[in-house]
Each structure stands twice: as C-alpha cells, then as structure tokens.
C-alpha cells in the first residue's frame, strides 16, 4: 500500500465520520424538540384548577342536634356561656336578670320561669325547651320567636350550640339523658 491509496482510506474514513456527524447533528436539530406529554403550564392548571377546586364545597346539612350532643361537652359549653351571664342567671334561685334564670330550663315549659316577665312571643311559642328547640332558639332567637326580648344574636356555630346545651342540662337534679353516639340517630324529642 502506498501513501496515496493511505491518503485515500484515511480521507473515506474521516469523510464518513464528518457525514455521521453532520447526520447526527441534524437529526438531532430536527427530531429532539419533541413536544412534551403535559406542557408545564397544563400541569400548572391541574393542580390549581381541579374540578375539586373549582366548586366550594356545598354548605354541610344541618347535623341533627342528637348527633351532635353525642360528642358535645358541658364544659366547654360553660366556657360559652360566659356571654350569656350578661342576661341570665345559672344557679338555682339565682333569679332573673335581664332575662330569666336558666337553672332547669332543659324541660322547662317554654317561658315559664318565676319571677320574669316574658315577652308576648316567647309566651305565644308554647311547648318545653327541648333540645331540639334550644338548638333552634340558641341558633337565632329572633327568628325562632319573632319579637323576643332576648336581644342575643345567637351561636352560628352548632358544636357550640350542642355545647352549651349540654352545660344547661347539666344545670338540675336530674339532667335529661344526652344522646348517645348510638342512640343518635334517633332524635331527642
Ligand atoms: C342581651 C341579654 C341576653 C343574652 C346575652 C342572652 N339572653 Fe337569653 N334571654 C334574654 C331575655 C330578655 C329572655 C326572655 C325572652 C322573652 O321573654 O322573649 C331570654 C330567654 C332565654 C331562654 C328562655 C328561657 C325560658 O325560661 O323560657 C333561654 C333558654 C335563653 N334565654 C338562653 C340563653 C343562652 C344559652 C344565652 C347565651 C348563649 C343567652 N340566653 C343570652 C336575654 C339574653
């Protein structure tokens, strides 16, 4: 072999690699830019925007106040209370306030405290204080008896509500039994 055919050889070889090269790079220019599965925006709108996301979740339905009393505390609903005490009287034969004492109001006929003078709304309700009817009376007393004296807005909060009626049950000789967790399902009546 002389340097001629060497040149030869060499120069096919180093041509091949310049066109494997050449190839690879253009390949690579013209077939890499795939485009991705899931732009990053998309996943950005995914995670903001689920179907989950877009819709609040509905207001929850009222839990009956059975279900509730069955996890409620008298303690914590003393700890409520507190801004009743501006009204109402706790102890037995404390006496009214601005409002009638709530010793034993659990039962009670409706409006039927001594020594208050009760509003002609509260009178015209009838019925005992039941923990149904607490529950929508502490909830918002002017809508439950329209015309009452009790100027007290009321306790949104329904955990609340269970709370503080658990503490005017405990406020008697004999407290009305609180439901259960498994007789909740059967309302107090
Ligand atoms: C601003 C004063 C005020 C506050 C605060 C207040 N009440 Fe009253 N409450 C009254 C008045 C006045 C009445 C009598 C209503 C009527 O005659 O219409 C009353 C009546 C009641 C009755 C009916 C009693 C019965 O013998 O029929 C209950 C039960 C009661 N309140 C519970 C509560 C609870 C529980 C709270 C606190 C979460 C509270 N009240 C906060 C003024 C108040």
Redesign the pocket.
């Known amino acids: 072999m002389n340097s001629f055919e060497l040149n030869k050889i060499l120069g096919a070889l180093l041509g091949t690699c310049l066109v494997l090269v050449a190839m690879h790079i253009a390949s690579g220019a013209i077939f890499t830019p795939e485009p991705p599965a899931k732009p990053g925006y998309e996943i950005a709108v995914t995670s903001h925007g689920s179907p989950g996301g877009a819709a609040a979740p509905a207001a929850p339905a009222e839990t009956p106040i059975a279900t509730l009393l069955a996890s409620a505390s008298a303690e914590r609903g003393a700890a ?2 507190k ?2 005490q ?3 009287n706790f102890q037995e034969g404390a006496g009214a306030k ?3 004492d ?1 010793y034993g ?1 659990v039962g ?6 001594t020594g ?4 002609a ?3 015209a309700k009838g019925g005992t ?1 039941t923990f149904d009817a ?1 529950n929508a ?2 909830a918002k ?1 002017s809508a439950y ?1 329209p ?6 807005a009321g ?1 949104s909060n329904e955990k609340q509500r269970a709370d ?1 009626i658990a503490y ?1 049950d405990s406020l008697s000789p004999n407290p009305v039994p609180l439901p259960t967790a498994q007789g909740a399902a059967t309302p107090a009546k």
């Open positions: 409520v209370a801004q009743c501006a009204c109402h601005v409002g009638p709530l109001v009670r006929p409706v409006a039927s405290a208050f003078s009760f509003s709304a509260l009178k204080w607490l009376w502490l007393p008896a015309g009452t004296a009790m100027t007290f306790l503080v005017l």
